[in-house]
Every structure is written in C-alpha cells, then in structure tokens.
C-alpha cells in the first residue's frame, strides 16, 4: 500500500467493520456500545445490503421479502433497541403448493392430509421426519445429501411430492446438493415458529419495512459515535505492524483491528497476506444468488404468503404475496409480489436483461394465476444478487473457518458461519453477537 493517501480525516485506531448489511450493522452497534470507537464502510451508498429497501413505482418497500419469525429473539432485541418493537405487526398467512397444474393449500396438518399425491402411511412418514429433524442429533448429517435423509425417512413418493418443492423453494437448481443437515436447520426453524393452539408460524412485518429498521439502525449507529463511510468499497486490508490499514481506493486509513462482514470469497480477495491454504478454502465457499423480481398488483392474487411450486418448467422457485402479510395499506393499497429465482452462478437467468426476465416470469406467472386474477400490474423491478447464501452441500462445515482471526487483528464474519439453515437476520445478529464477543474477548 505505499504511495497510498494516508487520511487525517479519521484518527488511527478503533475498530473497522466492512459491510453494511445486517451483520455489519449489528456487529457495529454491539462495538460502540462496548465503548469501541468504530468506521462501518460500506460499498453502496446506503446500509442494509439484502435486506435494503427500494422504490417501487409510487412505493418504498424491501428490495427481497423479509419476515419476521417469533422465535427471532435477536431481531426483536434489535428492533425494542432501537424503538420499534411497538411497529411489529403480525399474521398467520397461508401456505400454497402449485402441483399437477393446480394450486392447493398446504397451511394445516389437515391439508397435508389432503394432499392428493400422498397415501396415508406417506403422510405419517412425513409427520416422523419431521419430528426427527426437529427433536434428532445432527451427527453425520453435514456429509449426507437432504435427498438421502428424506427419502430414508419420508419415502420417495413424499420426498418428491412434498421435501424437493420445499427445497427447490430455497435452493433452486442446486436442490439436489443440499446437506441433511441444511434440510434439518430449515424444518426445526419452522417447527420452532409454529407455536400456539393452531401449530401455524406468526409472520411479522415492522410498519414501513426495512426501510424505516434501517432508518433507525443508521441514526443508532451516528448516536453511538459510529463513523459510517458509505459508498466506500474497501479494495484491500493489509496488517501492518500492531495495526491494520483498509484502503478504498488510495485512501488508507490505520485501525487496532477489522471485521469483515462479506462472504468468504470476496474477503479473501481484499486480504492478499492470507495463508495459501486459508486463500483456497475460503475461495473454494460457492455462493447461490438470487434474481428477485417485485410486481406492484392493484389486487390479491392469493392468501397464500408462499407458494411452493412443484414444477420445473416454472421460471421461478416459488410465489411470494407480501401483502398475505403487510397490510396494503402500507403500499398505498397495491398489492406486492416477489417471484425469486435462487440460481446456481451457470444459471442462463444471469445473462437475460429486465424485459426477457420480465417475459418469462410473467408467462409463468400466468399458468399459476391465469389471467393474473385480473390484476394490473402497476410496477415491476429486477433485483439480481450473486452472493446470497452459501451452498449447504456435504462437507461445507468442514471448510467454513471458524471466527477466530486468520491474520492479527482481521476477523472474519460470513454468512457462510450460518450453519444451520438458509441465512436469515436472526442468525445474522446471532453471529454479529458472537463475533464482537471474541474480539471483544481477545483484546481485553
Ligand atoms: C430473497 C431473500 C429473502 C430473504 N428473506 C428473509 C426473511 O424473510 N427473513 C430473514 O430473517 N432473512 C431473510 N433473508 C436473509 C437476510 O436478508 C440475510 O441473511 C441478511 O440480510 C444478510 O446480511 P449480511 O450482512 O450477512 O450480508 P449482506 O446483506 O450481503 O451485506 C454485505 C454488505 O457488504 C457490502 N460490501 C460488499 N463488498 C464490500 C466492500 N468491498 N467494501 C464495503 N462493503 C462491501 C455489500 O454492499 C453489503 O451491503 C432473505 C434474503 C433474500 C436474498
């Protein structure tokens, strides 16, 4: 780095956390409040990262649908920090599955028992599996693939009919890579939510979406004495002496230590002093993105939040009605849908432009929803993200590092670390937590 601008802007020392997404901005706060002095950079020039909120036509709403689980303690201890707590709304909205060119409710025990595809003892089958996933140990899971594990416990007609839509829903393509231990985290997530007399999960929204989460979180952060430098790609973190020094571009500015909040692959392209062995595992981390399109309808399609589809000849990997859940009244009475496509980096999606995305979604769209129920559609947006979760295939466990820093002073967080389950901001905070306790830890 020499040659490089050294700044006097902000002075040496304290602690720099990269990545203003949600693990970034925990991660952040928990340091000031530790009484750390902290410089959160972040690429864009708004925090948030996924969970960022955009316009849409006349409406202000999460670029990707977020809900809030009640079991969620650490976002809800986010959201009663920060004064929110009171703004959650919550609903119990339906769950649907487009099969055989029909759509079916899937909310209730009893409409699994309806399920048309599965006899008596596969709906029985599906009952223990689930069971098992909630209340079994995960020994020897992280190396076995979810099809094995399901089709041993469900059966192959269940696995078909009920697991590979579930898994297709958050995997795409690359469903038939994932871990059992992947498929375990996800049941028991949503085993644990289904609290109550009715045994169907409570959604959660905060009124105004992220974008009101992510207002608050950055006025919590400057009232903490947190620096934020937005729009600041750091480009290289390189220890030097007792401190380490993050670029952006050819400014250098010198802190005690770092976290990084990015996915393992790009960490380790900013940080050139790693170890030849620690460089390739975190390279070797393949990441699943996502293309997500909105649509602004001015009516409901469904009262379905999700719907599954068991169907491969569909563009997208499932349904989602946000407004089974936000009240329209929030979105200026228009309704809103996102139509995800999880994809696999060789995926052709990547290489279409908005209007050919738009085509292909709207014409699957149609065979879910003939006719779109009637509904016009107001506004519509593409958002394509390479880096969303970590492919939990057999084996991810063991090439995952753990948090303790690979050079002085750099700690690196991931989602990647998320071992159980799809990356959620639940477990994101969770780890942020964690996290600042090591360093917190290791520097006292
Ligand atoms: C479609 C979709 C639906 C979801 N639904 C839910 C849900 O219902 N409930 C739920 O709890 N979670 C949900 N999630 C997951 C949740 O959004 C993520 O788990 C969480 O936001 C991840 O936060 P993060 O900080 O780890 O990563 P990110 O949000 O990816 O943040 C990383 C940040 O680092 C920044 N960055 C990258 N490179 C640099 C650099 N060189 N210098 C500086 N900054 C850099 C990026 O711009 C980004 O802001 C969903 C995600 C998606 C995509």
Same mark, same amino acid.
Do not use: V, W
């Given at each position: 780095m020499s040659g490089a601008e050294r700044s006097p802007a902000v002075p040496a020392g304290g602690t720099a956390v990269v990545g203003g997404g949600m693990l970034g901005i925990g991660a952040a706060l928990l340091l000031a409040e530790a009484g750390r002095r902290v410089t959160l950079f972040e690429r864009a020039d708004c925090l948030g990262g996924l969970a960022a909120a955009w316009s849409l036509g006349p409406v202000r709403w999460d670029r990707h649908y977020h809900v809030i689980l009640e079991s969620d303690e650490e976002t809800l201890g986010l959201l009663e920090k920060l004064d929110l707590a009171g703004r959650v709304v919550w609903s119990r909205p339906g769950t649907g599955c487009f099969a055989g060119g029909r759509l079916f409710p899937v909310t209730s025990a009893a409409d699994m028992l309806r399920l048309p595809a599965l006899g008596l003892v596969d709906k029985f089958r599906l009952g223990l599996t689930v069971l098992r996933a909630a209340h +079994? $140990? !995960? *020994?020897g899971l992280d190396e076995m693939t979810a099809e094995r594990w399901l089709v041993r416990w469900s059966g192959k007609r269940a696995y078909t009919a009920f697991w590979k839509p579930l898994l297709v829903a958050k995997?795409?393509? &690359?469903? $038939? !890579?994932?871990s059992a231990a992947f498929i375990q985290a996800t049941i028991r997530r949503l085993y644990t939510a *289904? *609290? +109550?007399? &009715?045994?169907r999960e409570r959604f959660g929204y905060v009124r105004g979406g992220y974008a009101v989460v992510l207002d608050r979180a950055e006025r919590a952060l400057r009232d903490r004495g947190c620096t934020l430098r937005l729009g600041a790609g750091v480009s290289s973190i390189v220890r030097e002496g007792s401190r380490v020094a993050v670029a952006v571009g050819d400014r250098v500015d010198l802190f005690d230590d770092v976290i990084l909040t990015l996915p393992p692959p790009i960490a380790a392209r900013l940080c050139p002093q790693l170890d030849h062995d620690t460089r390739k595992k975190l390279e070797s981390i393949e990441y699943i993105g996502v293309i997500c399109a909105s649509l602004l309808l001015d009516r409901a399609l469904s009262g379905y939040y999700v719907t599954n589809v068991l169907d491969e000849g569909l563009p997208f990997t499932a349904v989602i009605e946000m407004t089974a859940c936000v009240d329209p009244g929030d979105l200026r009475g228009r309704h809103l849908i996102y139509l995800p496509r999880y994809a696999p980096w060789d995926d052709p999606f990547w290489d279409l432009d908005d209007s050919a995305i738009r085509e292909s979604l709207l014409a699957g769209l149609e065979r879910v929803h003939p006719g779109l129920g009637g509904a016009r559609i107001e506004a519509f947006r593409v958002s394509r993200q390479r880096f969303v979760l970590p492919l939990p295939a057999p084996g991810l466990a063991r090439r995952v590092p753990g948090i303790e820093p690979a050079i002085p002073g750099i700690w690196m967080l991931s989602s990647a670390q998320i071992r159980d389950g799809t990356p959620n901001v639940n477990d994101t905070l969770r780890l942020a937590r964690q996290g600042v306790a090591a360093l917190l830890g290791a520097v006292s």
């Open positions: +079994g $140990g !995960r *020994r995997l795409g393509a &690359s469903h $038939g !890579r994932a *289904r *609290r +109550g007399a &009715s045994k």
